[in-house]
């Protein structure tokens, strides 16, 4: 399924004209606010949950979106579209059984539907996005991205030498690994982890790297700057996630002569900083595998194979790992363990081997939209290297969410659904959409 389902609405002569560009754009910005801006809501007892200035914002850019697509009486659902509003039916229903399955209680019910609900709050930004956007936006939204990416690793780069242990800096009654980890020097930025922090910058590298194989100019500075920003994040997770990543633009293009400059600038400057890189890392323990961050995600890869086995159709329910997980006797005191890192495991685990063909085939809707526009003879290098960008991040973010639930984190999700958006709107080049 590649063709977009289009609802047949036709616009009126005079109607409203809504350009939703703008508020994309800063939308996108606010992404600078991460963590910084949380309003508590709730406590589920183990973890709080907040309300974002993220979600505010995004919340704005649907209902502005809302009014675009029925000024316009436009609706699309293109193949992703499908798909994802099918898995998240199927973790509903999941849920749902869930509840007489694990004796979930009314309050515990309600909080795993409410993440399905931001799932599918965030899906909305690219709903937006493809019925709102037209494709001489792409440049400009994919810009906002950009710079938002390159603010965020330079201010990381500023608090990792400037204000060490910054979670506890800005939540200074937070409790120590059960909010916010201690971090030390880590570059965590705005978001408070580092793990995290290195997906975000991830993505901005991928497209960078993206756009010289496309032999587009990217200035070095850009990859200066989130290349330092990705190592002070010792996030081993994020450094493997690139690799792949890399890997993953080279198998669709290959290596132009930027690409291969960049590379060799690259490994020069590594090669200077390797003995205080390595010092770095020793202090944080990421020399080994054997350190209790890497054993505990081994141990939950576990737990969540084991739930799999017990539930491997539907799974266990969009969000109930937590609760499921008291019931098979794991604790769950910290705020961790309400989610299970392993990426496509925990896709898997929540909606069962039905949910992860769905999301599966979603992603592969998205990697077929990215191929369409790289293989397409009248793509500008500009737009070859976005799409090429935006199939990498698929692989990327698979690879990155084994080590941590970056698959379903807010900021990565809206990043991530902008970024899979633009493919689809540069396909519009030569087609009427409003």
Same mark, same amino acid.
């Given at each position: 399924?590649?063709?977009?389902?289009?609802?047949?609405?036709?616009?009126?002569?005079?109607?409203?004209?809504?350009?939703?560009?703008?508020?994309?754009?800063?939308?996108?910005?606010?992404?600078?606010?991460?963590?910084?801006?949380?309003?508590? #809501?709730?406590?589920?007892?183990?973890?709080?949950?907040?309300?974002?200035?993220?979600?505010?914002?995004?919340?704005?850019?649907?209902?502005?979106?809302?009014?675009?697509?029925?000024?316009?009486?436009?609706?699309?659902?293109?193949?992703?579209?499908?798909?994802?509003?099918?898995?998240? *039916?199927?973790?509903?229903?999941?849920?749902?059984?869930?509840?007489?399955?694990? *004796?979930?209680?009314?309050?515990?019910?309600?909080?795993?539907?409410? @993440?399905?609900?931001?799932?599918?709050? @965030?899906?909305?930004? @690219?709903?937006?996005?493809?019925?709102?956007?037209?494709?001489?936006?792409?440049?400009?939204?994919?810009?906002?991205?950009?710079?938002?990416?390159?603010?965020?690793?330079?201010?990381?780069?500023?608090?990792?030498?400037?204000?060490?242990?910054?979670?506890?800096?800005?939540?200074?009654?937070?409790?120590?690994?059960? %909010?916010? %980890?201690?971090?030390?020097?880590?570059? #965590?930025?705005?978001?408070?982890?580092?793990?995290?922090?290195?997906?975000? !910058? %991830?993505?901005?590298?991928?497209?960078?790297?993206?756009?010289?194989?496309?032999?587009?100019? #990217?200035?070095?500075?850009?990859?200066?700057?989130?290349?330092?920003?990705?190592?002070?994040?010792?996030?081993?997770?994020?450094?493997?996630?690139?690799?792949?990543?890399?890997?993953?633009?080279?198998?669709?293009?290959?290596?132009?002569?930027?690409?291969?400059?960049?590379?060799?600038? *690259?490994?020069?400057?590594? =090669?200077?900083?390797?003995?205080?890189?390595?010092?770095?890392?020793?202090?944080?323990?990421?020399?080994?595998? %054997?350190?209790?961050?890497?054993?505990?995600?081994?141990?939950?890869?576990?737990?969540?194979?084991?739930?799999?086995?017990?539930?491997?159709?539907?799974?266990?329910?969009?969000?109930?790992?937590?609760? =499921?997980?008291?019931?098979?006797?794991?604790?769950? /005191?910290?705020?961790?363990? @309400?989610? !299970?890192?392993?990426?496509?495991?925990?896709?898997?685990?929540?909606?069962?081997?039905? *949910?992860?063909?769905?999301?599966?085939?979603?992603?592969?809707?998205?990697?077929?939209?990215?191929?369409?526009?790289?293989?397409?003879?009248?793509?500008?290098?500009?737009?070859?290297?976005?799409?090429?960008?935006? /199939?990498?991040?698929?692989?990327?973010?698979?690879?990155?969410?084994?080590?941590?639930?970056?698959?379903?984190?807010?900021?990565?999700?809206?990043?991530?659904?902008?970024?899979?958006?633009?493919?689809?709107?540069?396909?519009?080049?030569?087609?009427?959409?409003?």
């Amino acid at each position: 399924m590649t063709a977009p389902l289009v609802v047949p609405l036709t616009a009126r002569r005079g109607s409203l004209t809504i350009r939703v560009a703008p508020l994309f754009c800063g939308t996108i910005v606010l992404l600078l606010v991460g963590n910084l801006g949380r309003i508590p #809501v709730f406590s589920t007892g183990g973890r709080d949950v907040p309300i974002l200035i993220t979600d505010l914002a995004v919340a704005a850019l649907i209902v502005v979106g809302g009014l675009a697509m029925a000024s316009h009486r436009v609706f699309r659902l293109d193949a992703v579209a499908a798909y994802a509003l099918l898995f998240a *039916g199927l973790g509903a229903i999941s849920a749902m059984l869930a509840i007489p399955r694990f *004796g979930l209680s009314p309050f515990e019910a309600i909080v795993s539907l409410g @993440y399905l609900a931001r799932w599918l709050f @965030y899906f909305g930004v @690219y709903l937006v996005a493809i019925n709102t956007l037209r494709s001489d936006d792409v440049d400009s939204v994919w810009q906002a991205l950009e710079w938002t990416i390159l603010l965020f690793a330079a201010f990381g780069i500023f608090q990792s030498a400037f204000l060490p242990g910054f979670a506890q800096m800005v939540y200074p009654t937070s409790r120590p690994y059960l %909010d916010w %980890d201690i971090q030390g020097r880590r570059l #965590v930025s705005t978001f408070l982890d580092p793990n995290f922090a290195g997906a975000f !910058i %991830d993505i901005g590298l991928v497209v960078c790297f993206a756009r010289l194989a496309a032999r587009e100019r #990217v200035g070095s500075w850009k990859l200066l700057v989130l290349g330092v920003a990705l190592v002070l994040t010792a996030s081993r997770s994020s450094i493997l996630a690139l690799f792949v990543g890399a890997l993953t633009i080279v198998m669709i293009s290959g290596l132009s002569k930027q690409a291969v400059r960049a590379i060799i600038a *690259g490994l020069i400057l590594l =090669v200077a900083a390797l003995p205080k890189l390595l010092v770095f890392a020793k202090a944080y323990h990421k020399l080994g595998i %054997d350190d209790p961050s890497a054993l505990a995600r081994v141990t939950v890869w576990l737990r969540g194979w084991t739930v799999f086995k017990d539930h491997w159709l539907i799974g266990v329910g969009f969000n109930t790992w937590g609760y =499921v997980a008291e019931r098979y006797g794991w604790v769950t /005191a910290i705020a961790a363990n @309400y989610a !299970i890192d392993g990426g496509l495991l925990f896709v898997t685990v929540m909606t069962g081997l039905a *949910g992860l063909a769905l999301f599966v085939a979603m992603l592969w809707s998205i990697f077929s939209a990215s191929r369409r526009v790289w293989r397409d003879p009248l793509a500008s290098a500009k737009q070859r290297g976005l799409a090429i960008g935006a /199939a990498a991040s698929i692989p990327t973010i698979v690879v990155h969410s084994l080590f941590t639930n970056s698959l379903m984190q807010p900021f990565l999700m809206e990043a991530l659904w902008v970024l899979w958006a633009l493919p689809h709107v540069a396909l519009r080049r030569t087609t009427t959409t409003h």
